[in-house]
């Protein structure tokens, strides 16, 4: 049993209401990797007297936290297409030349095992040592039945590995591989009829995911592999209404998904069908900082009652960035969100979008004993700024996975 002390605000992020559950001079007791415990320190009880002290500094502590939207494992540069970017060319035009994704799915089928594994792994490193504890990782850039199972097979590993702890999902839609150009249909037959039931038999994923856009995966398509999906008990996730209002928050709500991501473009019979339905909106804030677009109507998903995460999209092109703390200062600055709608964003909400019903995500009792002690005094002056590791400390499971040292 450990009692976490000196906790100058801590952020227990209730499952249920809206706020960040914030409270001062705060103490934690977590038992075999569960949330015992968690008050303020002068009402820790008694019985706790005897248990191993550790002492927070002083500072903020958070929820692990869970960056619920991320292709972790990619390969190839796309640096070339950002300077193209930067001169005038578009996503789109890039993605209908041959570049964008499919730079990447090049590049992926040619990396081996072991290089994928390994770019994965120091991704994750980066990301424990800012205090994420569970990310949902999506395949996508393989898109033949062997690299799709390798890129999950590598999550697997990776998983039971850890300490960092991954959902993974399976994105074969993602964009029509160039070999089916000619025959959409036969793609996502193969999809449907055997990446699906291998993936779900060997229980390689929780979710399958679909690029719905124009430059991807129509909503009828989309309608037949959500289908598979759900015969064969996997569940439901979107890349919808992120370059063009395609209708996808609303299909995101008829196929009961639990997530629907990006959502720049949304119409607002769209957020009126996800506050409906109960999907979580995931918002992704580096990916359109990137690509220049006005960010997602996050006020008005809110005030619909809505329930909103915050996430990296971790990629090669459109946000080449790990890091969740910059996410959540972009999506404070730039989408009007409160930091306790942020930090909830990316712990108790971003754990609802990977419908991760054990606790994750809060610090109540019953929850794991996943956190991240922050080199600040209180919420809002840790998302005040902008640092690239603000977590001393990450604990998953009540065991510390990495702490700071001058
Ligand atoms: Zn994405």
Redesign the pocket.
């Known amino acids: 049993m450990t009692v976490l002390d000196d906790i100058a605000q801590l952020a227990t992020c209730p499952p249920d209401g809206a706020d960040a559950g914030l409270i001062d001079a705060a103490a934690l007791v977590w038992d075999a990797g569960r949330i015992v415990w968690a008050g303020p320190a002068a009402d820790l009880p008694e019985r706790f007297a005897e248990a191993e002290r550790r002492s927070a500094g002083g500072r903020l502590v958070v929820p692990g936290l869970v960056d619920c ?1 991320t ?1 972790l494992v990619h390969a190839g540069d796309r640096a070339d297409e950002f300077v193209e970017r930067l001169e005038g060319t578009s996503y789109l035009d890039i993605a209908r030349r041959g570049g964008g994704i499919q730079l990447s799915v090049r590049a992926t089928r040619a990396a081996s095992d072991h290089d994928l594994a390994e770019g994965a792994r120091a991704r994750l490193g980066a990301m424990l040592r800012q205090g994420v504890t569970t990310v949902e990782a ?1 395949t996508g850039y393989g898109l033949t039945l062997d690299d799709e199972l390798r890129v999950l097979r590598i999550y697997r590993d990776l998983g039971a590995a850890g300490p960092a702890r991954i959902v993974p999902t399976l994105l074969a839609a993602h964009i029509v591989p160039p070999e089916f150009a000619d025959d959409r249909d036969a793609y996502v037959r193969l999809i449907c009829d055997e990446m699906i039931p291998v993936v779900a038999a060997d229980g390689l994923a929780a979710f399958v995911d679909v690029f719905v856009e124009d430059s991807a995966f129509t909503a009828e398509e989309a309608r037949s592999i959500f289908a598979a999906a759900a015969r064969h008990g996997l569940g439901a996730k979107l ?1 919808a209404d992120q370059l063009t209002d395609t209708s996808g928050a609303a299909l995101a709500a008829e196929v009961g998904a639990a997530s629907a ?1 990006h959502l720049e473009c949304v119409s607002a019979e769209g957020i009126h069908k996800l506050a409906e339905a109960g999907v979580v909106a995931v918002s ?1 804030p580096i990916a359109t900082l990137v690509l220049g677009q006005e960010p997602i109507p996050a006020r008005r998903l809110l005030d619909a009652g809505v329930r909103v995460a915050v996430a990296t ?1 971790l ?1 090669p092109g459109s946000a080449p960035s790990n890091s969740l703390g910059l996410a959540l200062w972009l999506a404070c600055t730039r989408q009007r969100m409160t930091p306790a709608e942020a930090l909830r964003g990316a712990t108790v909400e971003a754990a609802r979008a990977l419908r991760l019903d054990d606790g994750t995500g809060s610090l109540v009792p019953g929850s794991p004993a996943d956190l991240a002690v922050v080199d600040a005094p209180s919420l809002a002056t840790w998302l005040a700024g902008w640092r690239a590791e603000p977590a001393v400390r990450t604990v998953i499971g009540g065991r510390t996975v990495w702490e700071w040292s001058p």
Do not use: Y
């Open positions: 939207h292709h999506k890349h991501d992704l999209d990629n």
